[in-house]
């Protein structure tokens, strides 16, 4: 006669399967891990350096361009009185 397992057993199966699998699957990633051609300190430094001097680009240009407009809107209010 078949047995038949609860919902407790089927549960208990299922993570005996994970735990066994587990230490292949930390090995599978530790393979992919070495195949990255992971960059060189200088490239970090160099790519960083050119994102923070874009950003503080982009800023200044925002900043620029609000305060501008902010301007002219003042000179179009005072020309109308408001």
């Known amino acids: 006669m078949a047995s038949v397992k609860s919902?407790?057993?089927?549960?208990?199966n299922k993570s005996k399967q994970w735990a066994?699998?587990?230490?292949?699957?930390?090995?599978?990633i530790k393979s992919e891990l070495n195949k990255i051609d992971w960059p060189t300190r200088e490239v970090v430094i160099k790519a960083s350096v050119m994102i923070v001097?874009?950003?503080v680009l982009i800023t200044l240009f925002v900043v620029l361009s609000d305060t501008g407009i902010n301007s002219i809107f003042d000179l179009i209010r005072l020309q109308l009185g408001r």
Do not use: H, N, T, Y
Not at 7 to 12: E, H, I, L, N, T
Not at 20 to 28: F, N, S, T
């Open 7 to 12: 919902v407790g057993d089927q549960k208990q």
């Open 20 to 28: 066994d699998r587990r230490p292949d699957m930390i090995e599978g």
């Open 53 to 55: 001097v874009i950003m």
